[in-house]
């Protein structure tokens, strides 16, 4: 991340605070969500049958387009608001707990990948 835009997330976390900005990181994750449930009824609603007749060819594709466009605004909230929540629990003392069970988790999902990979059918 450059610079300027760590410094104007710090500027904007620094104003709000963690409680409002995790809140804020909560309505943001459920609106990625809700956005990456269309995108996923949209795809299937454009492989069903009912639509093969040819009636409605293309209608499912362009609202999964724009569902897809929205999504990723999603996102972008999402990360924004993770990244000052992120730089507010660097300050507290409870931060080291934190990085010790992201490591955790981290280590234990890539255990899992492994068991995936070896894996025989």
């Known amino acids: 991340m450059n610079k300027e835009l760590e410094t104007k997330l710090k500027i904007i976390a620094d104003h709000y605070g963690l409680e409002i ?9 459920a609106e990625f969500s809700a956005s990456l449930i269309k995108v996923v009824g949209f795809d299937r609603l454009s ?3 009912f639509i093969k007749d040819g009636k409605n060819e293309g ?3 362009r609202l999964s387009d724009e569902a897809r466009e929205k999504m990723v605004e999603e996102l972008v909230d999402v ?7 992120k ?3 660097e ?3 409870e931060f080291k707990t934190i990085e ?8 234990r999902q890539l255990k899992r990948i492994e068991k995936e990979k070896n894996y025989e059918h």
């Open 79 to 85: 990360i924004v608001v993770a990244e000052q929540v």
């Open 87 to 89: 730089y507010l629990l």
């Open 59 to 61: 209608y499912f594709d």
């Open 21 to 29: 900005q995790s809140i804020k990181l909560a309505e943001e994750a």
């Open 47 to 49: 492989f069903d049958e």
């Open 100 to 107: 010790r069970l992201m490591t955790e988790k981290v280590n």
């Open 91 to 93: 300050k507290e003392p």
